[in-house]
């Protein structure tokens, strides 16, 4: 069985995690409520994170001087407990001010492979259990959208929330026609505070421009603010999702919670009640299970890329629920892209050319013509596809594979890598930034399995255009499952 190693990267997330804020795993959500407005303005959110940044570094500083008299096994002791502290500090900043700040927390929590344990566990908790809102905030919003309190909207109302992020959190009730139901509430003044972290355009910019010298950043930006800002109208959620919904009705493995749009609105946004084991549970299943999980998550998202011409552009551990035997409910569609036939066409001739043809020279004529890489005689066809081929490594060769938290990190850090002469180069399309978060993202969270498969076996009958028959237990009940669908 091969295993495909990718070096750790050291600085990309970690430096998100220095900058980021949240909460203590051992506190219990009710602890810790939000019980007044966010901080939305961008000079106040900018003022908070640097405070904690100024707190941290005073931790440090102190921390450096007793460390000058202690042994190494102390030293070491120190230094553990100052990442833990700064982790907890950067949880607990980022999950009371919500918004695009928490969503990197949330991404930096389980895509570095390389970043210390504490500081992992501590972000962890930004990706369900962040710290929630008062109940009366959530009930204000309730009574705002829906015209009435949560207890007359519904028979029964759960006031303690089961799960809260960056932009809402989620109630158990029961419908007035008896259905159980999940109820996302939004955070009053979210709006206002991703406005504000997005409104420094400029900043945003000149990130870009550091990350990929060559990259045309301006329409990047803008495709990243209407992402951002669509996923606050949880009406554009709900058709999302019970779109999803509905092209996976009846699928032996794949589920989705269908919608109630009648107790819906632009911040409510109700569906059906799902329960199931999450992703850090699964972590202590059998591998056997986790290599199931992690086979229906990539035929999801890899199916729902190349059938639906939709990709949901969220995939972190939090928006999963696990049921056994590859059986996965997926969760959150507030960050979805819709695919113009053409857009798709061209990432099936980019596979087409490096995956089954090999054919250098047409691949780097794909990612020219696609708007990866700018025209720039001075690369040649090799040193594009020795640097490009990385992001296909799981689908070049037939045979099982398993994805390591070595190789999700290491795309990360080629992701990131300005000094590479082929990035020079580089160019992330507007239509294809979303998409962007299969390599930070959905890799880590298969790392995070040690998910195993014959990964090019499987894409072959997920590519529309190669169609290969099924190769797993999955495979056929899926393809069984299809033959009923219209077409």
């Given at each position: ?443 880590a969270v298969l790392a995070g399995l040690g998910a195993t498969a014959d990964w ?32």
């Amino acid at each position: 069985m091969k295993v495909r190693q990718w070096a750790v990267v050291g600085g990309a997330t970690a430096g998100i995690a220095a900058a980021v804020v949240g909460w203590r795993r051992t506190r219990r959500m009710s602890d810790a409520t939000v019980r007044s407005p966010l901080v939305s303005g961008r000079a106040s959110r900018n003022l908070r994170v640097a405070r904690t940044a100024t707190r941290i570094g005073r931790g440090y500083a102190a921390d450096s001087a007793r460390q000058i008299f202690a042994d190494s096994a102390r030293r070491q002791e120190l230094k553990e407990d100052r990442q833990l502290r700064t982790a907890t500090e950067v949880a607990e900043t980022l999950g009371s001010m919500k918004g695009a700040l928490m969503k990197l927390g949330q991404l930096a929590s389980y895509l570095d492979a390389g970043m210390p344990q504490p500081v992992r566990d501590a972000l962890a908790t930004l990706q369900q259990d962040a710290p929630p809102m008062a109940p009366e905030l959530a009930a204000a919003v309730i009574r705002e959208d829906l015209g009435m309190a949560p207890d007359e909207v519904f028979e029964t109302w759960d006031p303690v929330p089961i799960a809260a992020a960056s932009i809402g959190q989620v109630h158990r009730a029961i419908t007035r026609d008896g259905v159980a139901v999940a109820v996302k509430v939004q955070y009053p003044g979210v709006d206002q505070a991703i406005g504000a972290d997005l409104d420094n355009t400029a900043a945003l910019l000149a990130l870009a421009s550091m990350v990929f010298p060559g990259l045309d950043a301006k329409p990047l930006v803008k495709e990243l603010q209407a992402r951002l800002t669509d996923e606050l109208d949880y009406r554009l959620e709900a058709e999302s999702q019970q779109r999803f919904a509905d092209a996976f009705a009846g699928h032996p493995f794949i589920h989705i919670p269908a919608v109630r749009f009648d107790l819906s609105s632009g911040r409510v946004l109700t569906s059906e009640l799902v329960t199931g084991a999450r992703y850090e549970e699964l972590a202590g299943w059998s591998q056997e299970e986790r290599d199931l999980a992690g086979e229906t998550i990539f035929r999801f998202v890899f199916g729902c890329l190349y059938r639906l011409h939709g990709f949901n552009g969220d995939p972190h551990p939090g928006n999963y629920l696990f049921h056994g035997g590859g059986r996965v409910t997926f969760l959150d569609f507030g960050l979805v892209k819709w695919f113009e036939p053409a857009d798709v066409a061209m990432l099936a001739r980019m596979v087409d050319s490096i995956v089954l043809r090999r054919d250098p020279h047409a691949f780097r004529q794909a990612v020219e013509a696609a708007g990866f890489l700018k025209p720039a005689p001075s690369l040649s066809d090799d040193q594009v596809v020795s640097y490009l081929s990385h992001y296909y490594q799981m689908v070049l060769e037939p045979g099982s594979t398993t994805c390591t938290p070595e190789y999700a990190s290491e795309t990360v850090r080629r992701f990131f890598d300005a000094s590479d002469e082929v990035v020079k180069h580089a160019n992330v399309p507007a239509a294809f930034v979303i998409l962007q978060r299969i390599n930070l993202g959905l890799y880590a969270v298969l790392a995070g399995l040690g998910a195993t498969a014959d990964w090019r076996r499987i894409a072959e009958e997920i590519w529309p255009w190669v169609g290969a028959p099924p190769s797993t237990e999955l495979g056929r009940s899926e393809a069984a499952w299809r033959a009923t669908r219209p077409s």
